[in-house]
């Protein structure tokens, strides 16, 4: 199996648990909105708990969806158990506050900084790159999977089995 | 993901060097066929190629919020005893 259809395997075992948790946690019947932005918070959650290592993106995104969760204790517990496994990992990131934006490169870098989860806090710019790298195949995986979920309705009851 | 610092200060240099750049746009010509186009190794423009990748994250973002609305609605109008409604229950709600 790739290491692709792996990361997609993970996301999805993830996604799964993160989607029951929050599920059993929220007050149905849920509005359109309040369920997308479920489906979008555990999807987000998802994709970064199944980065099993210490990126600063994922460990950015389990923080800044924390901030969207204060009220939801089950969720506090799935972010926390996922910030407990990275917590191990020591690497530590000190804002840089230097980089002043100027045109071309420089300022391409800072909007690629804002982009990917944490990028502000990387002073590296080897290190940005593949931090940028490692996001994009984990977004990228995030994309494909709630793509062909979202195909499902029409393909009826012909769901694939290398989505389960 | 190694634990060294940049102790050595990224030179005054304010671009990213040539090997990042030309190793940066090789993994991302897998990923995003356009940027290949233009061959010339040692002169990639790093701009371009920074830019290229801001809006491919910009839009795998976009997407998965669309995604998140379809799947909303989805759960929304499917039909209560419908197969699809089981299916989608057991993996999602």
Redesign the interface.
């Known amino acids: 199996m790739s290491t692709y259809n792996m990361v997609k395997q993970e996301f999805i075992k993830k996604w799964i648990t993160t989607l029951h948790m929050l599920d059993c946690s929220v007050e149905h019947p849920l509005n359109v909105t309040e369920r997308k932005n479920a489906i979008k918070l555990s999807s987000d959650i998802a994709m970064a708990a199944a980065r099993s290592g210490s990126t600063v993106w994922s460990r950015a995104l389990i923080s800044r969806s924390g901030n969207k969760t204060a009220n939801k204790p089950v969720a506090r517990r799935i972010l926390k158990k996922a910030r407990n496994r990275l917590k191990n990992r020591c690497l530590t990131l000190r804002r840089n506050g230097n980089f002043t934006a100027k045109s071309g490169v420089r300022k391409r870098t800072e909007l690629l900084k804002s982009l990917v989860p944490g990028g502000e806090l990387i002073k590296n710019k080897d290190y940005l790159i593949r931090e940028t790298l490692d996001y994009i195949v984990y977004l990228r995986a995030q994309v494909d999977v709630m793509r062909t979920v979202a195909a499902v309705d029409s393909v009826t009851g012909n769901l694939t089995n290398d989505n389960k | 993901?190694s634990?060294?610092?940049?102790s050595r200060q990224?030179s005054s240099a304010?671009?990213?060097?040539d090997d990042?750049m030309i190793?940066?746009v090789t993994?991302?010509r897998q990923?995003l066929p356009e940027i290949g186009q233009r061959r010339r190794s040692d002169k990639v423009s790093?701009?371009k190629v920074?830019?290229e990748?801001?809006n491919?994250?910009?839009s795998?973002?976009r997407?998965?919020?669309n995604?998140?609305?379809?799947?909303?609605?989805?759960?929304?109008s499917?039909d209560e005893d419908s197969?699809?409604a089981a299916?989608?229950r057991s993996?999602?709600?």
Do not use: F, G, H, W
């Not at chain 2, 304010?14 to 060097?17: K, T």
């Open positions: 993901m634990n060294r610092r940049s990224s304010p671009r990213i060097s990042q190793d940066l993994k991302l990923i790093a701009s920074l830019q990748t801001c491919y994250i910009r795998l973002n997407e998965v919020d995604l998140s609305e379809r799947l909303s609605q989805l759960l929304e499917v197969p699809e299916v989608i993996l999602l709600m």
